[in-house]
């Protein structure tokens, strides 16, 4: 068998995970500023006013939108990649 040298960098991304209730798995969701996002996402989630939420991410998702009643819980992950480039 031959061995195949994987060639890139690896990088570091920061993803948004979205729980939902009455959905078993989060949504992942990539933003520039992830770090913003989660913010405001913990801001609404403590908010006693319900509100569309409309997501434009980077990434394979590319729009989402919830009510702000149906988000139990954020979170902010970092993941590393392999970049080509």
Excluded at 6 to 14: L, S
Excluded at 55 to 70: M, R, T, V
Aim: glycine content about 4%; hydrophobic content about 40%.
């Amino acid at each position: 068998m031959s061995q195949q040298q994987v060639q890139g960098t690896i990088k570091t991304r920061m993803a948004v995970l979205v729980f939902c209730r009455d959905v078993s798995n989060p949504m992942v969701l990539y933003f520039d500023n992830a770090q913003k996002v989660y913010d405001d996402l913990k801001i609404l989630i403590n908010s006693t006013e319900v509100k569309m939420v409309e997501f434009e991410p980077i990434g394979p998702i590319k729009k989402a939108s919830l009510l702000s009643s149906n988000i139990v819980g954020v979170a902010l992950q970092e993941e590393r990649y392999l970049s080509q480039e």
